[in-house]
């Protein structure tokens, strides 16, 4: 069997997982132990964030031709991968909070919503509040004037039933 034919599947391993993905960030991560890493790793899984090493000439392979190839400047070194299919920011958030705690791990970029972000960016992305925080403000800025309307409305009303 040809070696091509043995890399293929790991090829459509990468693409399957950013199929679909809203963030992706590439991270170095060389100089983690493996206490660091275990606990990156089980952090990144319960907020439902793949994570994984893969080899660099077959990340490339995955991403060409789609809108993360932009990221394959950034593939030299120890490469891991780590994206989100249901949140954005997630990824980004989670490793830089890591990367403050550990400096060994190193934030390369990455793609949020098709648009490539270096290290710098990601670390701005990271601090963006998730999609229901944002919502949750947003309704209740909308909210707050139609509540003291309100209270200004009934304080009319009873100083007119007291007259």
Same mark, same amino acid.
């Given at each position: 069997m040809a070696k091509v034919e043995l890399k293929q599947p790991v090829v459509?391993?990468? +693409?399957a997982a950013l199929d679909g993905a809203k963030g992706v960030v590439l #991270?170095?991560?060389r100089g983690l132990t493996v206490e660091q890493d275990t606990v990156l790793r089980k952090s990144l899984r319960e907020a439902g964030v793949s %994570? +994984? #090493? %893969?080899k660099n000439t077959l990340v490339k392979r995955a991403i060409k031709g789609t809108e993360f190839e932009? /990221?394959?400047d950034l593939l030299e070194g120890p490469s891991a991968l780590a994206c989100? +299919? *249901?949140e954005a920011t997630l990824p980004a958030n989670i490793l830089c909070k890591f990367a403050k705690d550990n400096n060994k791990l190193e934030i390369k970029g990455g793609v949020v919503e098709g648009t490539y972000y270096d290290a710098k960016g990601i670390e701005?992305? *990271?601090t963006i509040p998730s999609r229901e925080a /944002? /919502? *949750?403000k947003f309704l209740g800025s909308i909210q707050s004037p139609i509540t003291n309307f309100a209270r200004v409305i009934k304080q009319i009303a009873e100083k007119q039933e007291e007259a």
């Open positions: 459509d391993e990468i +693409k #991270v170095d991560h %994570y +994984k #090493v %893969y932009s /990221l394959t989100c +299919k *249901a701005v992305i *990271a /944002l /919502l *949750a």
